[in-house]
């Protein structure tokens, strides 16, 4: 069973910095894409970042600029790294691999953007 353990949330002040890391227990073979996605209080679940098996990028508008995924291929290891943050940030952040035939999921890890 592949798991996905996410780290790295917290609080932060607005303007601040977190990264997110998300380990992937076991190599990946015919994935679409590496994605971090997010559910903000009261909201649906948003895409925030993917990354492809070739590492092109996309980002949804709100964040684009401030953030930036990557991956650590040998470690199994997901990034993001999250610069100047704002209360709208605030949620929920899931990582997620989705390939042919599966998709799996992390339990997520929180962050809260507050002074």
């Known amino acids: 069973q592949v798991q996905l353990v996410e780290s790295g949330g917290g609080l932060v002040q607005p303007g601040g910095s977190l990264t997110l890391s998300c380990a992937i227990s076991?190599?990946?073979?015919?994935?679409?894409?590496f994605g971090w996605f997010r559910r903000a209080p009261g909201k649906q679940r948003e895409l925030v970042a993917t990354i492809t098996s070739f590492d092109s990028t996309n980002y949804t508008d709100s964040v684009r600029g401030r953030v930036r995924i990557s991956r650590d291929i040998p470690g199994n290891t997901l990034f993001l790294q999250m610069d100047n943050l704002k209360p709208e940030d605030t949620a929920v952040y899931y990582c997620?691999?989705?390939?042919?035939?599966?998709?799996?999921w992390g339990r997520g890890t929180q962050v809260t953007v507050s002074s």
């Open positions: 997620n691999v989705n390939g042919q035939n599966y998709e799996h």
């Open positions: 076991e190599r990946m073979y015919l994935v679409h894409y």
